[in-house]
């Protein structure tokens, strides 16, 4: 790599590469420039960095990271880089465009999320997973449900033994 805006841009992707939590490599063809704003304002809006690479380059820096997607760097490509898992965030506002627009230019092709790498037909679910918030109200839920269910019980017995006692007082046999 003789080219020193090469290494440049390759330290670059490396050092975001190294920061970002989750990531999602989407292909594109016959991009309009009014599009890639529309599409560049909505992830940012989320907090993602939308960016087009060189696909030699974004795939030096991925081996970097030890991940292999260079079945899917072919073509125009570009990356959008989040926090944490802010790609699945990025996949479901990617994936409403794609729904909307009849011809979308732009296609999902990969991604990564917390260090596992998703490569084409897998890709397309990133957008169907839930995002941490939703994972930790569904672990809640999972263990509160059994113990409401046992504090209901309870409750339920004690209610019980409670009725017994005051119709046998209203009948009349509490008074002696």
Known sequence: MPNLVNQI???DLQREFQKMGSCLVVSFDNLQPEQDIAIRGKLREVGVRYRVVRNRLASKAFSALKLNLDPILSGKCAIAIAEKEGAITAAKVLRDYIKKSKASPIQIVGGVIEGT???????????DLPDRFTVQTMIAQAV???????ATL???????VARCIQARVDKGGGAA
Request: proline share 7%; hydrophobic share 55%; net charge positive.
């Open 154 to 160: 309870l409750n339920a017995v004690a209610g019980g």
């Open 144 to 150: 509160s449900g059994p113990a409401r269910s046992v």
């Open 117 to 127: 790498p998703y490569l084409g037909a897998a890709a397309q679910s990133i957008a």
């Open 9 to 11: 841009l390759l330290a």
